[in-house]
C-alpha cells in the first residue's frame, strides 16, 4: 500500500511563512515524480510545484516563483513545500501526490489526504 501523509498547514498572515511536509510510505520519493497541488473551493486544482525523479529537477507555477520551495529528503523518504511570502491567493488545501513518471507530476497515481493553508489579516 501506498500512503501519502501531509502536514504542516496552518494560518499564518499575509508575508509569514510555513512549511509543508509529505511523508511517503510504500514507494521511494527518489524514484518518481512528488507534486504539490493547491484547492480551493469552486476553482481546478493548480500544480504548483513538482519534483523529479532524475536529478531533483524543479518545475514552479508562475504564481509561486520565486516564494516557494520543493526539495526532498529521501533518508526521510519526504518531500517539502517551503512557502514564504504567503498571500491571501494561497489559501486552500495543499495536497500532495506522487505519479509514476521520472518528470511529470500529473497528479494521476496517488493523493494525499490534502493539509490546510489560510492566510490572513
Known amino acids: 500500500q501506498v500512503y501519502l501523509v501531509e502536514s504542516g498547514g496552518g494560518s499564518v498572515h499575509p508575508g509569514g511563512s510555513l512549511q509543508l511536509s509529505c511523508r511517503v510510505s510504500g514507494l521511494s520519493v527518489k524514484d518518481y515524480a512528488i507534486g504539490w497541488f493547491h484547492q480551493t473551493p469552486g476553482k481546478e486544482r493548480d500544480l504548483v510545484a513538482c519534483?523529479?525523479?532524475?536529478?531533483?529537477?524543479?518545475y514552479y507555477g508562475d504564481s509561486v516563483k520565486g516564494r516557494f520551495a520543493i526539495s526532498r529528503d529521501d533518508a526521510k523518504n519526504t518531500v517539502y513545500l517551503q512557502m514564504n511570502s504567503l498571500k491571501l491567493e494561497d489559501t486552500g488545501v495543499y495536497h500532495c501526490?506522487?505519479?509514476?513518471?521520472?518528470?511529470?507530476?500529473?497528479?494521476?497515481?496517488?493523493w494525499g489526504q490534502g493539509t490546510q493553508v489560510a492566510v490572513s489579516p
Open positions: 519534483i523529479s525523479s532524475e536529478e531533483e529537477s524543479t
Open positions: 501526490t506522487l505519479d509514476y513518471t521520472v518528470y511529470f507530476c500529473g497528479g494521476n497515481d496517488y
